[in-house]
């Protein structure tokens, strides 16, 4: 175990807007849904070993576009401490999902016109 405290308020917010994103991209079938439901997966084992005893909330989440949630888990992931790689080892893996989303959105948006 670390010394570094285990964010467990941020993974709760961070597992909420990856399952907003994922109920946004249920009908999709394409490269980006499948990046977005492995990082929640990721973010659901996270938020499930390290519980929140109390109740965390994303102001606005309804109203948030899929890109939106991915935007903001990554903002979010991008705050915790790199030393947490020895307690939560999907870290790595979590954030390059998330920012190879926020790329290739990018990219099929381009592609588009």
């Known amino acids: 175990m670390t010394e570094v405290q285990i964010p467990i308020e941020s993974i709760a917010k961070v597992d909420l807007l990856l399952g ?21 997966g990721i973010s659901l084992l996270m938020a499930a070993t390290h519980p929140s005893s109390r109740p965390v909330d994303v102001p606005g989440l309804t ?9 903001n888990a ?12 020895a307690d939560l080892p999907d ?5 390059v999902l998330l920012a190879d989303v926020r790329r290739e959105w990018d990219s099929a948006v381009g592609r588009r016109g």
Do not use: P, S
Not at 25 to 35: E, G, I, N, S
Not at 74 to 81: F, G, N, P, Q, Y
């Open 20 to 40: 907003q994103a994922t109920m946004l991209t249920a009908d999709r079938w394409d490269d980006l849904a499948a990046m977005i439901h492995e990082a929640m």
């Open 63 to 71: 109203r948030l576009t899929a890109l939106e949630c991915v935007e």
């Open 91 to 95: 870290l790595a893996r979590l954030k």
């Open 74 to 85: 990554l903002r979010e992931v991008h705050t915790w401490d790199l030393a947490l790689a």
